[in-house]
């Protein structure tokens, strides 16, 4: 009998909060093995892209902005997102 996701979860928010903490302390105990490959995985890419923007830098590839200007874009762009 396969169980949804769904329906685990409604029957998780049943339980109390002592059984709900314990059943994810027991599910993130389970991933911890499957989620170090990953962790090691993500480091190993922001490694190559930390390399990779340093090397654009020291190339002059890139266009510094300073701290108020990047702000000032960022908060334009979301304003131009919002719903009138």
């Known amino acids: 009998m396969s169980v949804s996701v769904k ?4 029957q998780a928010l049943q339980l109390g909060a002592r059984e709900r903490a314990e059943l994810v302390s027991v599910l993130i ?32 590839r890139m266009k510094f902005v300073d701290d108020d200007e ?8 979301a304003a131009q997102r919002r719903p009138a």
């Open 7 to 10: 329906e685990l979860e409604d």
């Open 70 to 77: 990047a702000l000032r874009a960022l908060r334009a762009r």
């Open 29 to 60: 105990a389970s991933l911890e093995g499957e989620m170090q490959g990953a962790a090691e995985e993500i480091a190993a890419a922001w490694d190559a892209e930390i390399e990779r923007r340093v090397g654009e830098m020291e190339a002059g």
